[in-house]
């Protein structure tokens, strides 16, 4: 969130951050987007009852910015058909998430460590891939955008991989909101297709 709002604000994408929101009342994305004075809201997803009931919430309280794109950077749930739905409506750009592995060889929490061996499925790797893709009803399973690659070094530990991955991660996320907005890719049989 901090390096759209960075690229937004310098000039390097052509896109204006309306709102920053968050389920979690706590998250530091909040205090960023308020310094910068970008309108945050937190909205906590307990007491609403459903995941559904949630999302309604928080789209009226998103209404009055009337955003065409949400990013999901940082959001660590699933989201429904009811976010879905609105933002690839008439007239709306879709909904992004940038997850720290290759989506077609692991989805969920903990990219990196799956990329250093440390979950139940698979050894370490050589490299893993910073994905940025649309988001569907799965789990990081909805269209690629772009990737690129990190290396992963034989003695990596998870905090200096996570370092290198987010540094790929901020500097590949905003490219591909920019080219987004800009209405450059589209889904063709469920696949990103750039019209540049």
Same mark, same amino acid.
């Given at each position: 969130? /901090? ?11 052509? &896109?204006?951050? +309306? &709102?920053?929101?968050?389920?979690? #009342? ?38 009055? =910015?009337? #955003?065409? @794109?949400? &990013?999901?950077?940082? =959001? @660590?749930?699933? %989201?429904?058909? %009811? ?8 007239? @709306? ?12 060889? =692991?989805?969920? *929490?903990?990219? =990196? ?25 799965? @789990? ?11 290396? &992963? ?9 996570? /370092?290198?991955?987010? +540094?790929? /991660? ?5 490219? %591909? ?15 990103? *297709?750039?019209?540049?």
């Amino acid at each position: 969130m /901090e390096a759209i709002c960075a690229a937004a604000s310098a000039g390097l994408i052509g &896109v204006r951050v +309306a &709102v920053v929101a968050s389920d979690s #009342p706590g998250a530091a994305g909040l205090r960023r987007a308020a310094r910068r004075g970008i309108p945050a809201h937190a909205l906590d997803w307990r007491g609403h009852g459903s995941r559904e009931a949630h999302e309604r919430a928080m789209l009226a309280a998103l209404a009055p =910015y009337e #955003p065409r @794109m949400l &990013v999901l950077a940082g =959001y @660590m749930r699933m %989201v429904t058909p %009811v976010l879905l739905g609105h933002f690839n409506g008439p007239g @709306m750009l879709g909904v992004v998430n940038v997850h720290p592995a290759d989506t077609r060889a =692991y989805q969920g *929490v903990h990219g =990196y460590e799956f990329a250093l061996g440390l979950t139940h499925r698979g050894p370490r790797l050589s490299e893993t891939w910073i994905t940025v893709h649309f988001v569907d009803q799965g @789990m990081d399973t909805g269209p690629v955008i772009a990737r690129a690659p990190v290396v &992963v070094h034989p003695d990596d530990t998870l905090e200096d991989l996570k /370092e290198r991955g987010l +540094a790929v /991660e901020h500097q590949l996320l905003p490219r %591909v909101v920019d080219r987004v907005a800009r209405g450059l890719v589209r889904i063709e049989n469920n696949r990103a *297709v750039f019209l540049d």
